[in-house]
């Protein structure tokens, strides 16, 4: 068990199965040392959690979401890591789409939700560079998609 594997346990997180595309294309792609994590959509008990900021939701909501993607991708990136958590080096970039209304203005709150856990499990490792858009639909009416960035070794 690696360093990573024991921090999600005292947080009391568990990764969800690396899931399969839906779609044509990969789940992730190495070049270098720099794995590419297609998006992981919000996700609670294995199903689509679904929703809209700023109309059905709020940003708690939103950053639960959030959390929900985050962990699929240290799930992917883990599997593309061969199952050694303790190969990712660095969380490069995530780019956050938040399913929300016109008016809505937070998406940079929902997404801290998937920021906020991957400084929580990687440390300063987790740090990483951002973009937190909104998006008039989702695929399934997710809440919150994110994509990502790992540096691996």
Do not use: W
Request: charge should be negative.
């Amino acid at each position: 068990m690696t360093a990573y594997d024991t921090r999600l346990t005292e947080l009391g997180l568990t990764l969800p199965e690396a899931s399969a595309p839906v779609a044509n294309y990969v789940p992730y792609v190495q070049v270098g040392a720099l794995v590419h994590v297609s998006g992981q959509v919000a996700r609670k008990d294995g199903q689509p959690l679904v929703g809209k900021l700023g109309a059905d939701m709020d940003v708690a909501a939103g950053k639960t979401a959030a959390e929900s993607c985050a962990l699929g991708l240290i799930a992917q990136a883990k599997a593309a890591c061969g199952g050694d958590l303790s190969r990712i080096k660095r969380v490069v970039k995530l780019t956050g789409f938040v399913n929300s209304t016109p008016d809505f203005t937070d998406q940079p709150a929902v997404i801290n939700g998937a920021s906020d856990l991957l400084v929580a499990v990687f440390g300063d490792a987790g740090r990483h560079a951002r973009s937190a858009v909104s998006a008039a639909s989702l695929p399934m009416g997710v809440a919150v998609e994110i994509e990502g960035i790992f540096e691996i070794v």
